[in-house]
């Protein structure tokens, strides 16, 4: 669902009967960006679609976690959510993120960034399978962003979240990644 104010997606649920349901909600995200479409007009590219996010840190690694307006979202915003709920919001490069509520009722330190890595559509949760499903090729993704089933020939991109004073901040993922136990692929 939507928050007031600062404009925020909750994916919680996403009936694969419904694609248009996913899309309609992505598009709500994307509202006011300018998004670049390729043959289809159901693909999204997601490569800096937002306003520039502002830059912390001397390699603009770091950026704080934005809505699709270019607003800050404290973290205590997407925390009075449920455990288990994925928020989208702007991250590196203004690329849609999924964060999530973990067991303490904290962001996972692990982001995941929402970019089919099959051809670079976003894609929704889908809670009852508990995997992101892309809906312009059928690939699956688990959890934590592994892939489930093709196209994607490589499991999505990870980012690090960390909280600090009610701020989201969002970095690059440089360590190896957990699940493969390797260099990760977009470094
Ligand atoms: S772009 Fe996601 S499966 Fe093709």
């Not at 509202?31 to 800096?48: E, L, M």
């Not at 959890?143 to 991109?157: H, M, N, Q, Y």
């Amino acid at each position: 669902m939507n928050t007031t104010g600062n404009r925020i997606i909750m994916e919680e649920t996403f009936p694969l009967e419904s694609p248009s349901m996913s899309r309609r909600q992505l598009l709500n995200f994307l509202s006011g960006a300018v998004i670049a479409t390729t043959a289809s007009a159901s693909v999204y590219t997601t490569a800096k679609f937002f306003v520039p996010p502002i830059e912390d840190g001397e390699d603009g690694s770091i950026v704080i976690a934005k809505d699709s307006l270019g607003n800050s979202i404290p973290a205590s915003q997407i925390l009075a959510e449920s455990k288990g709920t994925r928020v989208l919001v702007a991250g590196l490069a203004g690329e849609p993120t999924y964060l999530t509520i973990v067991d303490n009722g904290k962001l996972d330190t692990i982001g995941i960034v929402n970019n089919c890595t099959h051809l670079g559509c976003t894609f929704p949760w889908n809670s009852h399978d508990n995997q992101f499903q892309c809906p312009c090729h059928g690939s699956r993704y688990a959890a934590d962003g592994s892939v489930v089933r093709g196209s994607a020939p490589l499991p999505l991109k990870l980012v690090t979240v960390n909280v600090t004073e009610d701020i989201i901040l969002i970095s690059s993922w440089i360590d190896d990644d957990p699940r493969t136990g390797k260099k990760p692929w977009w470094i």
